[in-house]
């Protein structure tokens, strides 16, 4: 009897509460709401009589007079669906003919005539049997998720440790670096001075020859000047040039004044250092022997200047002539065999020198290349190769074992949630297709999508952070947009019992959405809410 009168007195009790309670009001505000006294704006901004709480008129600036109607535009009303799950809807849908709320509370005045149908039990126990459902997937997620948060641990440890181990390994390949170096730059040193002998003599001897030619060039314009002078009053006039018949351009067997005044290149007449310098530089390609590539000066017809050998005659080579009709009848025995394999060749008109035969394909010819320097010269050179090999043996392996710890570090400073839950989907590929596009996800590197009927793939974004962390990843400075940004991907996370891209979607140009199930998201579901009995 004791326990009926505890129970019936808590439910009078509540009963009061809710009876007190304004409509629209949740149950967790109700202690502001007090008919004994007057209403403070929940926001500070005023205080009323309590008669005007719910008398749709909005008193107070944060509407918290008005929960129950819609006399406020920012105002929001409680819906407590007893049975499903309680609700807030804006307080301008209250009264509207339309049941937003499940049992029916926001259409109180029954403006339409026609009452809302409660259906707050029928939602709720489809709320139930999914609840049930996601409560056995994130059950199951959760296992997964503790295997993987141990996966993500264990490969963290190892990581570090290999990146402790590559860096005591990269100590010594750096100490053998350094010692190759040395030898290195000796070796160097002692090639370099060796071949800066060569070089200083090779550029000697090519200063000597270009001097030389100089000479030989200079002097072959001074003989031509002094030929080509022929009153040898050491100036070369027009009326010299006009003599000779090399300057004949239009080969009309005379020279005219303006093939003469081309040559004095506007001077009146030249004097031999004018000439080397001006004069020859215009006229050397009708006489020089370096121009014509031979010493002899075929194309040149001359009067004075005709002192060098002229051209002869060919007359070695006459053939004497040959009556082939005496000899038209051969005895059968002098004539060729038809059968080649019935001569018996020499050997010596095969090779008449008695040269070696040159080596068969097949027959490998092993001959180094001749050096071009000295043989203690070449020693040198060959002895700082060696030591420069060594050197990039070295240097080689310890630049990829730094990329190598660099990688490394980079995986380490990677956010993967908590307990490196995530740490899994690194450098994994999701991918999933709709009629048109088959879209992909690179975890913690790049999106991307590739036309199904041929095409490229277009990249969507590389890995930039989590936008909300473990719940949202972003990925930006994809490719550009046509007249527009660069393109961008927000991947949302949801429990799953399995790595799954699910879905993608442009809501906006150039932004993408995807969403991807992967049990490193599960999280316990929250606990039920329940209004009072």
Known sequence: MVCKSIILIVISALCVSESLRPRGVPPDMAHFYDPNSSFHCLDGSGEIPFVHVNDDYCDCKDASDEPGTAACPNGRFYCANRGFKPSLIPSSRVNDGICDCCDGGDEWAQVTGIPCQNNCDELGAADRVERERLEKLVQEGLKMKAELASRGLAARKEKEAEIQTKKAELDEIHKAKEAKSLIKEEREKVEKAALDVIREEEERVRQAKEEKERIEKEAEAVEYFKKLDTNNDGLLAKEEIMLEIAFDQNNDGMISDEEATFYLSGHENYDQETFISTGWLLMKHLFSKYENGNNKNDNIETGDIDDQDTTKESSDDSVDDYDYDDHDELDDEKAQPDDEDDMEVPESWDNPNNEESAPNDDETVDEKPKSQYP????????????????????????????????????????????????????????????????????AFDYCAQKPKHGGSETRLGS????????????????????????????????????????????????????????????QPLPPIQHDEL
């Open 375 to 442: 043989p203690e010269v070449q020693a040198l050179v060959d002895s700082a190769n060696v030591a420069r090999d060594e050197y990039n043996v070295a240097n080689n392996a310890y630049n990829d074992l730094s990329y190598d710890i660099q990688q490394l570090e980079k995986y380490l400073e990677k956010d993967f949630g908590p307990d490196d839950v995530f740490a899994s989907l690194a450098n994994q590929c999701f991918e999933m297709s709709d009629l048109e596009y088959t879209y992909k996800m690179c």
């Open 463 to 522: 890995w930039e952070k989590w936008s909300e962390p473990h719940v949202q990843m972003s990925y930006e400075k994809g490719v550009q947009c046509w007249n527009g940004p660069s393109r961008s991907t927000n991947v949302d996370l949801r429990c799953g019992d399995v790595n799954k891209l699910v879905s993608a979607s442009e809501p906006n140009r150039c932004e993408y959405l995807f969403l991807f199930e992967t049990p490193a998201a599960c």
